[in-house]
């Protein structure tokens, strides 16, 4: 038996006394889209027809009609949500599978599935300030990409910022929706820079539309990181919110472990090349005991750590000297590039 399947068969004869931390629908660190800024995809297309052609070709879009599966309803029945309908209307699945927007006093209302603002932030306050200039035209365009960014965009240049949203929604922190409704506690393949790179690329911007280009490999391995500490970060809060032993902990526990090997890889391939903020978070998450049921306290600092070192890691790096690690980058994306 290894130490996680020993501490979570130990851990799984005590019962969950103290207190409760997190309430029963809170998502660990999901940045909601406030429905008030958001435009929709069709302010979008007027400039960027190539982006929103490859996204209306990824279940991102399609997922629009959840509310019709067989598989959603029982999920919904299961989590009390009184009828089909309402799914399109609950928050619960609205904040990982829709858009939704809120026009002045009308209730909010599902626009879109997972659209261009659920990762790049409610446009509202940003559209008209990011597009006052344009770069490949020779334009100095930073005052307003500087603007946009406070006004809240997240643009290309902060993809550890984006990614995070990947991650808040493809990994399931809420036991009660995995236990008792019956819903996958995430994508249990999910890896950053494959989901990134197959289906989901649109990188149009200096072909100007016209080609689908690979992401720089420097940046490659700056997403293989951050995703690596980004599983490992959204894991360690799942387990810490686990109250039970059942399939909802049991992922987060696997999904922990797994991460953090991945991690340990890294920083010995890297070997001289490893940066500070990659020890920081293996001392963080290798202490012996650490990866066990009911340990809220240290597996929530653990958490907070890893999140701390990445932000720290992608301010201060850019892949140029971690070639060592371009044999372990998937070769392949998930799902085809879409090409124009
Ligand atoms: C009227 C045209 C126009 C519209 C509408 C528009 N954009 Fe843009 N967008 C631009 C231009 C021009 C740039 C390049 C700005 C620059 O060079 O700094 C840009 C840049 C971007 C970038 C950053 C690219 C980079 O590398 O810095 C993102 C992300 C983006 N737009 C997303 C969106 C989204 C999402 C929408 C819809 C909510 C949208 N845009 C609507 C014209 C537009
Ligand atoms: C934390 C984000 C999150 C929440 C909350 C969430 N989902 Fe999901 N859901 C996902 C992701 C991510 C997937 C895709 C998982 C995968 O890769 O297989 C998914 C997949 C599904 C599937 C397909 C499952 C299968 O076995 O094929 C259904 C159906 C579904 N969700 C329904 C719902 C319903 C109904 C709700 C609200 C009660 C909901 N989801 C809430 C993120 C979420
Ligand atoms: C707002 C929540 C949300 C965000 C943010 C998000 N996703 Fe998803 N993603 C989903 C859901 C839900 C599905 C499942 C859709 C379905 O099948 O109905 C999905 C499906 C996918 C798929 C298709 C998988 C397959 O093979 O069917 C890929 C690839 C993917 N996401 C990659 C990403 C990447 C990469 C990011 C970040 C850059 C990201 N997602 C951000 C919710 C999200
Ligand atoms: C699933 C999350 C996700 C969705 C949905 C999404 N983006 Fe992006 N977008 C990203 C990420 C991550 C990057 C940085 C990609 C990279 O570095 O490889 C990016 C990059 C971009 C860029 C710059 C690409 C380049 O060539 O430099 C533009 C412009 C952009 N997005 C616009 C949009 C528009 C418009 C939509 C909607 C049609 C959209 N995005 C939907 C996550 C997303």
Redesign the pocket.
């Known amino acids: 038996m290894n130490h996680l399947a020993k501490a979570l068969f130990i851990c799984g004869c005590i019962t969950w006394s103290s207190s409760v931390v997190f309430g029963q629908n809170e998502i660990a660190s999901k940045k909601f889209l406030q429905h008030e800024r958001v435009v929709g995809?069709g302010k979008?297309?007027e400039c960027?027809e190539s982006?929103?052609s490859?996204?209306r070709a990824?279940p991102?879009y399609e997922n629009k009609d959840l509310h019709t599966k067989d598989k959603a309803r029982e999920i919904a029945r299961k989590m009390g949500i009184a009828s089909a309908a309402r799914i399109r209307s609950s928050q619960l699945c609205v904040q990982c599978h829709f858009t939704a927007q809120k026009l002045g006093n009308a209730p909010s209302r599902v626009i879109d599935g997972?659209?261009?603002e659920?990762?790049?932030g409610g446009a509202k306050h940003w559209l008209d300030i990011h597009n006052t200039g344009d770069r490949r035209d020779g334009n100095d365009t930073t005052a307003a990409r500087t603007k946009a960014v406070e006004a809240g965009m997240l643009p290309?240049d902060d993809?550890c910022s984006?990614?995070q949203?990947?991650f808040s929604c493809h990994i399931v922190t809420d036991e009660k929706l995995v236990n008792v409704g019956g819903h996958p506690a995430g994508s249990a393949d999910f890896e950053l820079v494959a989901w990134?790179?197959g289906m989901?690329?649109?990188?149009?911007?200096?072909s100007n539309g016209k080609t689908n280009?690979a992401?720089p490999i420097e940046?490659?391995r700056m997403?293989y990181i951050a995703g690596v500490a980004l599983d490992l970060e959204y894991s360690l809060r799942g387990l810490a919110r686990a109250k039970k032993k059942a399939d909802y902990g049991k992922f987060m526990g696997r999904s922990t472990q797994t991460a953090r090997t991945a991690l340990n890889s890294i920083v010995k391939t890297l070997a001289e090349n490893a940066p500070e903020q990659l020890e920081q978070m293996i001392t963080a998450v290798n202490k012996p005991g650490l990866l066990k049921f009911f340990n809220v306290g240290p597996l929530t600092a653990a958490a907070d750590s890893v999140s701390a070192s990445l932000k720290d890691f992608c301010r201060q790096h850019n892949g140029h000297s971690f070639g060592a690690i371009d044999g372990m980058l998937p070769t392949e994306g998930r799902g085809p590039v879409f090409q124009p």
Do not use: G
């Not at 989901?200 to 200096?206: E, G, Q």
């Open positions: 995809a979008c297309i960027h982006e929103v490859a996204w990824t991102h997972v659209s261009c659920s990762c790049h290309p993809y984006i990614a949203n990947c990134l790179e989901v690329r649109h990188n149009f911007f200096a280009d992401t940046r490659r997403l």
